[in-house]
């Protein structure tokens, strides 16, 4: 890219940033009709080629990644204390005194007292956000910084909102906190206590890893409760309000409802255990049953619809929901249910069609931060890669997230619809840079190769997304395969014999291109996301001979890992991963293709329900004023401490809604027109 280009680029950027910084609305925004099925006016089309910003973006993005990695070195710095404590443990296991010393400390000690900003306490976050903030006389950025009730309140002094509708929160994968109600053996110690959250859980990661791992897995046989133990999901809004002090996670958005009026008779948070499969958690915990009485009650007793405000997988298990209760072997509430009880679905930062990181969890046991941070640190750190695929490969709930709609929505070995360029090959963009004191080029991978391998063996050849997952089906136990097929579908319907076909299969119901919205022609689905962020896509992979599958019972799959040499030709590969845009975790087509053009087609939609489709790019402060991104940040996470994507929900909830209309701001049209489903 030329020094003028990037000029350019960069002074448009700012000219946007200040537009809306005095509230125009510089993005497409229209009023979504009723019917649902026309999709938001895009962008001019572009020529085929390189995108005359796309290398700015890519830089951009590595930047923001690069300085994700910084902000966590104060807590590998902490978390390495903890560690060599540990290690005194498993070195010489024997040596009681040693535990028991370290056991007495830890009972007294605060692990997020070594923690760096959103990991501390509220209180030293408060004091150091004031302090650093360059701008201390913006009250938005301190309220925002310090968690008091914005823009909630702000939207109750100039808009007047208040509550109306009954609000149900449901959270993603590994936001619900899970605590142990087993009494026998190792469990004793951590009866109702939380092995999933909080600091026992890093307690019991340090001090009794092997009692963990036994409490997190499922039984790989009945894909329920192993024999003697027992792990439920929190209930109550502190449920999954704070991942552990100071982290918060829907936090934010409770006390913006709060702000609103709203309290725990017409809040709820749905927490749910998430290492099941939406089968099972019907089967065993009665979710959906509970979830279906919840609004029934709520409904008779104040007349006013529910609206659900999931996020992540959340948005899974509700469409899960609302194909469960209308059916005959579900709930059992007729075609009407949903338009009677439910006003609007917000999915925030939904991943309707899948996330590419599962299927490296679940391949190699390389969970590349498909659990939290902190979370993934220890466990990095604490277990290899076989012990890592042992326990995700017993969640159930976990394939969930696989990628829905093969090689049509996810591409194939010539391209894909979201590559960053046009055409579909490997090409060449210029990119600023010195080598030898000249500048020089860098290939751009496709997508389209979910998994690449360079090693030239004739066993392993590129592998599609449909590829990939007959890989993966191969490397999983008899009984892991047994029950990932009894739970999930991955393809596509592409007519209405085939939707009508499977409509009670429940198989397809987590899968929005193999069944249809509901009859619900006065209910509204919101999809609130982030866009921007750098975001796993598609990987290189080797061969490994200390894989994750050894001593499994199906030896026909070969072993296998993110291959992390170093590709300084290929401007997108970073550690063997493809990087593309999205939103840090779910890629952009996964979070915006349903929204902005499937759901629009009366083949998904037929009876006309509402799509809006809102979007955030992510715009973090620097780490030094505040370490989550502050009120712009959009990412996976943190879009639930966004304002704008807050002041949102707050509007639906207090019933102005319609008031609400697309707003699209990425390449997201552009790359749902790549797309051919074969529907209308």
Same mark, same amino acid.
């Given at each position: 890219?030329?020094?003028?280009?990037?000029?350019?680029?960069?002074? $448009?950027?700012?000219?946007?940033? =200040?537009? #809306?910084?005095?509230?125009?609305?510089?993005?497409?925004?229209?009023?979504?009709?009723?019917?649902?099925?026309?999709?938001?006016?895009?962008?001019?089309?572009?020529?085929?080629?390189?995108?005359?910003?796309?290398?700015?973006?890519?830089?951009?993005? &590595?930047? $923001?990644?690069?300085?994700?990695?910084?902000?966590?070195?104060?807590?590998?710095?902490?978390?390495?204390? !903890?560690?060599?404590?540990?290690?005194?443990?498993?070195?010489?296991?024997?040596?009681?005194?040693?535990?028991?010393?370290?056991?007495?400390?830890?009972?007294?000690?605060?692990?997020?007292?070594?923690?760096?900003?959103?990991?501390?306490?509220?209180?030293?976050?408060?004091?150091?956000?004031?302090?650093?903030?360059?701008?201390?006389?913006?009250?938005?950025?301190? &309220?925002?910084?310090?968690?008091?009730?914005?823009?909630? @309140?702000?939207?109750?002094?100039?808009?007047?909102?208040?509550?109306?509708?009954?609000?149900?929160?449901?959270?993603?994968?590994?936001?619900?906190?899970?605590?142990?109600?087993?009494?026998?053996?190792?469990?004793?110690?951590?009866?109702?206590?939380?092995?999933?959250?909080?600091?026992?859980?890093?307690?019991?990661?340090?001090?009794?890893?092997?009692?963990?791992?036994?409490?997190?897995?499922?039984?790989?046989?009945?894909?329920?409760?192993?024999?003697?133990?027992?792990?439920?999901?929190?209930?109550?809004?502190?449920?999954?309000?704070?991942?552990?002090?100071?982290?918060?996670?829907?936090?934010?958005?409770?006390?913006?409802?709060?702000?609103?009026?709203?309290?725990?008779?017409?809040?709820?948070?749905?927490?749910?255990?998430?290492?099941?499969?939406?089968?099972?958690?019907?089967?065993?915990?009665?979710?959906?049953?509970?979830?279906?009485?919840?609004?029934? !009650?709520?409904? =008779?007793?104040?007349?006013?619809?529910?609206?659900?405000?999931?996020?992540?997988?959340?948005?899974?298990?509700?469409?899960?929901?609302?194909?469960?209760?209308?059916?005959?072997?579900?709930?059992?509430?007729?075609? &009407?249910?949903?338009?009677?009880?439910?006003?609007?679905?917000?999915?925030?930062?939904?991943?309707?069609?899948?996330?590419?990181?599962?299927?490296?969890?679940?391949?190699?046991?390389?969970?590349?931060?498909? %659990?939290?941070?902190?979370?993934?640190?220890?466990?990095?750190?604490?277990?290899?890669?076989?012990?890592?695929?042992?326990?995700?490969?017993?969640?159930?709930?976990?394939?969930?997230?696989?990628?829905?709609?093969?090689?049509?929505?996810?591409?194939?070995?010539?391209?894909?619809?979201?590559?960053?360029?046009?055409?579909?090959?490997?090409?060449?963009?210029?990119?600023?840079?010195?080598?030898?004191?000249? #500048?020089?080029?860098?290939?751009? %991978?496709?997508?389209?190769?979910?998994?690449?391998?360079?090693?030239?063996?004739?066993?392993? $050849?590129? #592998?599609?997304?449909?590829?990939?997952?007959?890989?993966?089906?191969?490397?999983?136990?008899?009984?892991?395969?047994?029950?990932?097929?009894?739970?999930?579908?991955?393809?596509?319907?592409?007519? $209405?014999?085939?939707?009508?076909?499977?409509?009670?299969?429940?198989?397809?119901?987590?899968?929005?291109?193999?069944?249809? @919205?509901?009859?619900?022609?006065?209910?509204?689905?919101?999809?609130?996301?982030?866009?921007?962020?750098?975001?796993?896509?598609?990987?290189?992979?080797?061969?490994?001979?200390?894989?994750?599958?050894?001593?499994?019972?199906?030896?026909?799959?070969?072993? !296998?890992?993110?291959?992390?040499?170093?590709?300084?030709?290929?401007?997108?590969?970073?550690?063997?991963?493809?990087?593309?845009?999205?939103?840090?975790?779910?890629?952009?087509?996964?979070?915006?293709?349903?929204?902005?053009?499937?759901?629009?087609?009366? !083949?998904?939609?037929?009876?006309?329900?509402?799509?809006?489709?809102?979007?955030?790019?992510?715009?973090?402060?620097?780490?030094?004023?505040?370490? =989550?991104?502050?009120?712009?940040?959009?990412?996976?996470?943190?879009?639930?401490?966004?304002?704008?994507?807050?002041?949102?929900?707050?509007?639906?909830?207090?019933?102005?809604?319609?008031?609400?209309?697309?707003?699209?701001?990425?390449?997201?049209?552009?790359?749902?027109?790549?797309?051919?489903?074969?529907?209308?």
């Amino acid at each position: 890219m030329s020094q003028d280009s990037r000029d350019g680029t960069v002074r $448009q950027r700012r000219g946007v940033q =200040r537009a #809306q910084s005095s509230g125009t609305d510089i993005s497409t925004a229209i009023d979504t009709p009723r019917h649902g099925s026309e999709t938001p006016a895009d962008k001019e089309p572009e020529a085929d080629g390189v995108s005359p910003v796309l290398g700015y973006r890519l830089a951009k993005l &590595s930047l $923001q990644k690069r300085t994700g990695r910084r902000r966590w070195f104060i807590a590998g710095i902490a978390i390495g204390v !903890l560690a060599a404590l540990g290690g005194i443990v498993y070195v010489n296991p024997t040596q009681n005194t040693h535990i028991n010393w370290v056991q007495e400390l830890l009972g007294d000690f605060e692990v997020t007292s070594l923690l760096p900003d959103s990991l501390l306490p509220d209180d030293f976050v408060r004091d150091m956000s004031r302090l650093l903030a360059m701008d201390g006389s913006d009250p938005a950025a301190t &309220s925002h910084a310090t968690g008091e009730f914005e823009p909630a @309140l702000t939207l109750v002094r100039e808009e007047a909102l208040e509550k109306m509708h009954n609000v149900i929160l449901v959270p993603g994968i590994i936001s619900s906190g899970l605590e142990s109600w087993s009494t026998s053996n190792c469990s004793r110690p951590y009866f109702r206590q939380r092995l999933w959250g909080t600091s026992t859980m890093f307690k019991a990661i340090l001090l009794d890893k092997e009692c963990w791992v036994e409490h997190m897995m499922l039984d790989t046989r009945t894909g329920l409760d192993p024999p003697n133990i027992k792990l439920r999901a929190a209930q109550g809004l502190d449920a999954a309000d704070y991942f552990i002090t100071g982290y918060w996670i829907w936090g934010k958005a409770i006390s913006n409802l709060a702000a609103l009026g709203y309290d725990s008779n017409d809040m709820t948070l749905a927490a749910y255990d998430w290492r099941l499969s939406y089968y099972d958690l019907e089967r065993r915990d009665q979710y959906f049953s509970r979830l279906q009485s919840r609004m029934e !009650l709520s409904y =008779r007793a104040t007349g006013k619809k529910t609206v659900l405000v999931a996020h992540s997988m959340g948005s899974q298990v509700v469409q899960y929901f609302m194909n469960w209760v209308g059916s005959e072997e579900g709930g059992r509430g007729g075609p &009407s249910w949903v338009d009677t009880h439910m006003e609007a679905v917000v999915n925030l930062a939904g991943s309707t069609l899948g996330v590419p990181k599962t299927l490296s969890s679940l391949l190699s046991g390389e969970q590349r931060e498909t %659990v939290q941070p902190l979370a993934s640190y220890l466990l990095d750190h604490f277990m290899n890669r076989k012990d890592l695929a042992r326990i995700f490969r017993s969640w159930t709930g976990l394939p969930s997230l696989l990628p829905k709609g093969g090689n049509a929505i996810w591409g194939d070995c010539d391209g894909a619809p979201d590559d960053l360029v046009a055409d579909t090959t490997d090409v060449t963009v210029a990119t600023e840079g010195s080598r030898n004191g000249h #500048q020089h080029a860098q290939a751009t %991978v496709t997508y389209g190769s979910q998994l690449r391998f360079d090693s030239g063996n004739a066993e392993f $050849q590129n #592998q599609t997304m449909e590829g990939a997952l007959q890989l993966l089906f191969r490397a999983l136990s008899k009984d892991g395969l047994r029950l990932l097929q009894r739970d999930y579908s991955y393809g596509l319907f592409r007519t $209405q014999e085939e939707m009508d076909a499977h409509r009670d299969d429940h198989r397809a119901w987590t899968n929005p291109l193999q069944h249809q @919205l509901p009859n619900a022609p006065n209910l509204t689905i919101y999809c609130l996301y982030g866009h921007g962020a750098v975001t796993e896509r598609a990987y290189h992979y080797t061969e490994d001979s200390a894989g994750a599958n050894g001593g499994g019972d199906n030896h026909r799959a070969p072993e !296998l890992r993110i291959d992390k040499t170093p590709r300084p030709h290929l401007y997108n590969v970073e550690t063997g991963v493809v990087n593309g845009e999205g939103d840090g975790t779910v890629p952009l087509i996964s979070l915006g293709y349903m929204c902005a053009d499937g759901w629009r087609k009366p !083949l998904f939609n037929p009876h006309g329900v509402r799509i809006v489709t809102r979007e955030f790019e992510h715009t973090p402060l620097a780490a030094f004023k505040d370490i =989550r991104g502050g009120e712009q940040a959009s990412d996976h996470i943190n879009i639930l401490g966004n304002r704008a994507a807050t002041a949102d929900i707050l509007r639906v909830v207090a019933g102005r809604g319609h008031l609400i209309k697309d707003h699209v701001t990425s390449d997201i049209m552009k790359y749902a027109r790549r797309v051919d489903i074969g529907a209308n």
